[in-house]
Nanobody, 111 residues
């Protein structure tokens, strides 16, 4: 089993920044990809950003230029730096590693 623990969520004003972190532990044999999804109330889950084992990154169009994903290979961690936050970024952000998921962390952006 793999456990994922997210941290860094919270309340921030529009235009502000937050940094999410996700630490993976357990039986990790290989990592194809890590990243973040988000889901706002009444909306579909959205892939925010992902990074593969080779370092290839992918972003949702809605966050390109504002968010940056990075990975700490030694510590099995993935980070999401979120800048220029907007109220529409408000959601529960969940970390994933291959097919494993974290519990999620709330990000709330006030206008």
């Amino acid at each position: 089993q793999v456990q994922l623990a997210e941290s860094g969520g919270g309340l921030v004003q529009a235009g502000g920044s937050l940094r999410l972190s996700c630490a993976a532990s357990g039986s990790i044999f290989s990592i194809n990809a890590m990243g973040w999804y988000r889901q706002a109330p009444g909306k579909q889950r959205e892939l925010v950003a992902s990074i593969t084992s080779g370092g290839f990154t992918r972003y949702s169009d809605s966050v390109k230029g504002r968010f940056a994903i990075s990975r700490d290979y030694d510590k099995n961690m993935v980070h999401l730096q979120m800048n220029s936050l907007k109220p529409e970024d408000t959601a529960v952000y969940s970390c994933f590693l291959n097919n494993y998921w974290g519990q999620g962390t709330q990000v709330t952006v006030s206008s």
